[in-house]
T-cell receptor, first 114, second 113 residues
Framework: DSGVTQTPKHLITATGQRVTLRCSPR?????VYWYQQSLDQGLQFLIQ???????AKGNILERFSAQQFPDLHSELNLSSLELGDSALYFC?????????????FGPGTRLTVL | AQSVTQPDIHITVSEGASLELRCNYS??????LFWYVQSPGQGLQLLLK??????LVQGIKGFEAEFKRSQSSFNLRKPSVHWSDAAEYFC???????????FGAGTRLTVKP
C-alpha cells in the first residue's frame, strides 16, 4: 500500500460525458502527478501540482483539467469524453515535487468510455 | 525533450535464471533515471533510481541497474529471478529543468517455473 488513494476504482460512462477522478496523496506529500496508461499510448505524464499550484504539464488534452485543493487532494476532470479516453488513470504523490523525489503511485482508476 | 526506449516488449525467463531488461534514453544532460515495476492490477513501485555518483545502483527486491553514459543505457539486472518478479517493468527519465518524467513503453516479464 503506497498510501495514495484514488476513487473510484472503476468508472463506466458514455461518449460526450464528463467525469471527475479523485486522488488523496500520502500524508505529508505536497505534490501530485496524474498519468494516463493506455495500450496504444503507454504511460503518459499529464500534469503535476505542487502545494496547490500547477508545476508541470505533459501531454494533457484541453478537454482535461486538474486542480489541487488546500487539503492537497487533487481532482482530474475529463470532459467531452471520447472512446480513446478509455484508460487507466494513475495519481502519484511525492514529498517536494522535484523530479528526483520518489513518486508513490495509487492503484489507479479504470475509465471505460462506451 | 527526453525520451526512453525499452526495446523488449516481452521477455520470458525461467525461475532462477538471470535477468537483464534494456533501457536506452535520450537526454541532453546527465539524466535522472528510474526503474519502476507494476504488478497486475497495481500501481507502479520504484525499484531504484540514478542521479549521479556510482554508476551501479542497488534497488529493492534484489535488483540493480548500471548507468552507461557512452551507451545511453540504464539496464536493469537481477542475478536470480523469482516467480513473484513476473510484472511489467518501466524505465523512466526525468528532466530536472521542468519536472517532466517520460516513461518507456514497458517490458512485460514472464517467469517460467
Amino acid at each position: 500500500d503506497s498510501g495514495v488513494t484514488q476513487t473510484p476504482k472503476h468508472l463506466i460512462t458514455a461518449t460526450g460525458q464528463r467525469v471527475t477522478l479523485r486522488c488523496s496523496p500520502r500524508s505529508g506529500d505536497l505534490s501530485v502527478y496524474w498519468y494516463q496508461q493506455s495500450l496504444d499510448q503507454g504511460l503518459q505524464f499529464l500534469i503535476q501540482y505542487y502545494n496547490g499550484e500547477e508545476r508541470a504539464k505533459g501531454n494533457i488534452l484541453e478537454r482535461f483539467s486538474a486542480q489541487q485543493f488546500p487539503d492537497l487532494h487533487s481532482e482530474l476532470n475529463l470532459s467531452s469524453l471520447e472512446l480513446g479516453d478509455s484508460a487507466l488513470y494513475f495519481c502519484a504523490s511525492s514529498e517536494a515535487g522535484v523530479v528526483g523525489n520518489e513518486q508513490f503511485f495509487g492503484p489507479g482508476t479504470r475509465l471505460t468510455v462506451l | 525533450a527526453q525520451s526512453v526506449t525499452q526495446p523488449d516488449i516481452h521477455i520470458t525467463v525461467s525461475e532462477g535464471a538471470s535477468l537483464e531488461l534494456r533501457c536506452n534514453y535520450s537526454y541532453g544532460a546527465t539524466p535522472y533515471l528510474f526503474w519502476y515495476v507494476q504488478s497486475p492490477g497495481q500501481g507502479l513501485q520504484l525499484l531504484l533510481k540514478y542521479f549521479s555518483g556510482d554508476t551501479l545502483v542497488q534497488g529493492i527486491k534484489g535488483f540493480e541497474a548500471e548507468f552507461k553514459r557512452s551507451q545511453s543505457s540504464f539496464n536493469l539486472r537481477k542475478p536470480s529471478v523469482h516467480w513473484s518478479d513476473a510484472a511489467e517493468y518501466f524505465c523512466a527519465v526525468g528532466d530536472h529543468n521542468n519536472n517532466d518524467m517520460r516513461f518507456g513503453a514497458g517490458t512485460r516479464l514472464t517467469v517460467k517455473p
